[in-house]
């Protein structure tokens, strides 16, 4: 028995159609696989290096290493602030000082301010400058007009000698002492012009000699180079003054001695005591001409004594 059907031809119904060509099929390549290498085994030494001891000195030495790098860091460190604080501080000076910016300025032109007054400066004397002292009259103990002398500054005012004030006297710088009498008319003390002769209390002479002072005016000047004493109660070892003609009625007694008992530059103040002599000059009123009167004997700031 025949399995195909009957009837049923193998060709198609239809010879008209044509005939689907043929198909074309794309073969995959065959990949071949890679062979693998066995994995290689990994050598490892038979021994293991032995760790690295320090030894105590490279110890030590790192660490005086470190302690240089330290200190070198902290200097720099110092160094830095030190001198950013100094500029920081002149900027801050510079920003205090600088002034107040005001209105942009005309480039060359003078802003002429108007004058002001200029406080009056108060002078201070000179320290060095010389007192001026009038003396004072015994009687009325008020000065007398235009007779005056001048001391330094660094002595003490004079300062009568008594109760009746018949001389005034101070010290002088090197410890002698200075007085100052009128004598004559209206005074206590008598006059002491032309021919007189000059003892001390106990009646020891003095050498005296006219003289003529620089503005020419007549005095008496007389030295004692020897102990003794005055009327005034003063003991002395050395004395010098000036008996100076003020008018025709009146004289001027100066003295400078060095008081018993003292240790004194005499020499110094006899210096400071011409200078003194010569301040008086200056202030002396005029001179009538004098006529000699007869000799009678004097103690320097004392009573006229009676002629031996």
């Known amino acids: 028995m025949d399995d195909q059907p009957a009837g049923v031809s193998s060709q198609p119904q239809n010879s ?32 293991l290096p032995k760790p ?17 790098l330290f200190a070198v860091g ?20 510079a920003e ?9 300025p005309t480039p060359y032109v003078i802003n002429l301010l108007s004058p002001t007054a200029t406080p009056t ?25 235009g007779v005056t002398f001048q001391l ?14 018949a001389s005034q006297g101070t ?18 003390l008598v006059d002491a012009r032309g021919n007189v002769g000059l003892t001390d209390a106990s009646g020891k002479s003095f050498v005296i000699k006219q003289v003529v002072l620089t503005n020419g005016k007549k005095a008496l000047e007389y030295t004692g180079n020897f102990g003794g004493s005055t009327v005034g109660g003063y003991t002395f070892s050395s004395m010098h003054g000036f ?16 008081p018993a008992g003292l240790t004194v530059d005499f020499v110094g103040d006899e210096a400071v005591f011409t200078k003194i002599v010569a301040t008086v000059e200056k202030n002396l009123q005029s001179l009538t001409t004098l006529t000699p009167t007869p000799t009678r004997v004097v103690t320097p700031t004392g009573t006229l004594q009676p002629t031996p």
């Not at 410890?175 to 209206?186: E, N």
């Open 74 to 93: 902290m200097g720099i460190s110092v160094f830095l602030r030190q001198y950013l604080g100094s500029r920081s501080e002149r900027s801050t000076v």
């Open 152 to 165: 330094p500054p660094d002595v003490l005012p004079p300062i009568c000698d008594g109760g009746n004030c």
């Open 52 to 68: 690295i001891h320090h030894s105590f000195g490279s110890t030590i030495g790192m660490m005086i290493l470190f302690l240089l």
């Open 243 to 258: 008996m100076i003609e003020i008018d025709d009625g009146m004289t001027l007694e100066m003295n400078n001695f060095a």
């Open 16 to 47: 008209n159609v044509a005939q689907p060509s043929s198909l074309t099929y794309e073969e995959t390549p065959v990949i071949e696989s890679v062979p693998q290498e066995p994995p290689q085994e990994i050598p490892f030494p038979s021994e």
């Open 96 to 104: 205090t000082i600088q002034p107040t910016p005001t209105s942009s």
């Open 171 to 188: 010290y002088l710088p090197g410890g002698s002492r200075f007085t100052v009498a009128p004598r004559g008319r209206g005074q206590l």
């Open 121 to 145: 400066a108060t002078i201070a004397p000179r320290s060095d400058a010389w007192i001026s002292y009038p003396v004072v009259s015994g009687t009325t103990k008020q000065p007398i007009v």
